[in-house]
């Protein structure tokens, strides 16, 4: 079994500034790795995975994660926001050892920019 | 290339009804999961259909059963209808279980 803890439900932060958004997941096999963005009244968009090989995987909205086996953490960051960012952010994880178990997501951190 | 689209956007129905949802995976993509989403939490795993059969069930009841269809398409059915049952059903296709799922806008549903 596996699961997603996401430390902040709510991460306020001034436009332009640097954020960081906290992922630490739990699981006895090998997991792949997820940060999904849900806009309001929307479904998930897919933001960026780790699947495999570097562990620093970047989107093509300047945002960029970094896997840590040994701390078991994906943290999701960004180093100068928008407010077209705000928005729930999902960490999720899966077996990676193949399956049809599904993601397992954290409750979201709501990333809130401030002008 | 055409998205994950699901119907209806939004459905309100009484306790002890039954309901339907639908979706229609993406262009290419032949595995469809679906995912409950209550107020202010993650989405859970229901279950996961690949080529018409069910081959990966989350922690939900049986009164919680789907189908998927020939062209991968694919009903999620919940019967008798629990006040807790109010949530954003969310439909992700892939190719294969294990392929990146690619998530519809979700289907709201609240049950008086």
């Known amino acids: 079994a596996q699961s997603v803890t996401q430390l902040d439900s709510q991460v306020p932060v001034f436009e332009e500034a640097p954020v960081e958004l906290r992922c630490n997941y739990s699981?006895?096999?090998?997991?792949?790795l997820f940060w999904y963005v849900q806009y309001p009244n929307q479904g998930l968009q897919l933001l960026l995975k780790?699947?495999?090989?570097?562990?620093l995987v970047e989107s093509i909205n300047g945002f960029e994660a970094e896997f840590n086996k040994s701390q078991t953490s994906f943290h999701l960051r960004k180093p100068s926001v928008h407010i077209s960012d705000t928005a729930e952010y999902f960490c999720?994880?899966?077996?990676?050892?193949?399956?049809?178990?599904?993601?397992?997501f954290g409750k979201g951190t709501h990333l809130i920019i401030q002008p | 290339e055409t998205g994950v689209t699901q119907s209806p956007t939004h459905l309100i129905k009484t306790r002890g009804q039954q309901v339907t949802l639908r979706c229609s995976s993406q262009?290419?993509?032949?595995?469809v999961s679906w995912y409950q989403q209550a107020l202010g939490q993650g989405p859970q795993f229901i279950f996961q259909?690949?080529?018409?059969?069910?081959?990966g069930r989350g922690n939900f009841p049986p009164r919680f059963s789907g189908l998927q269809f020939p062209n991968y398409s694919s009903e999620l059915n919940v019967n008798a209808l629990e006040l807790d049952d109010s949530a954003l059903y969310l439909c992700?296709?892939?190719?294969?279980?294990?392929?990146?799922?690619?998530f519809g806008p979700g289907t709201r549903l609240t049950v008086l």
């Open positions: 992700a296709s892939s190719w294969g279980s294990e392929d990146t799922q690619y």
């Open positions: 699981s006895s096999v090998s997991v792949y």
């Open positions: 780790y699947l495999s090989g570097s562990t």
């Open positions: 999720a994880v899966r077996n990676s050892g193949g399956g049809a178990d599904g993601l397992t």
């Open positions: 262009s290419g993509h032949n595995t």
């Open positions: 259909y690949y080529r018409e059969e069910e081959n």
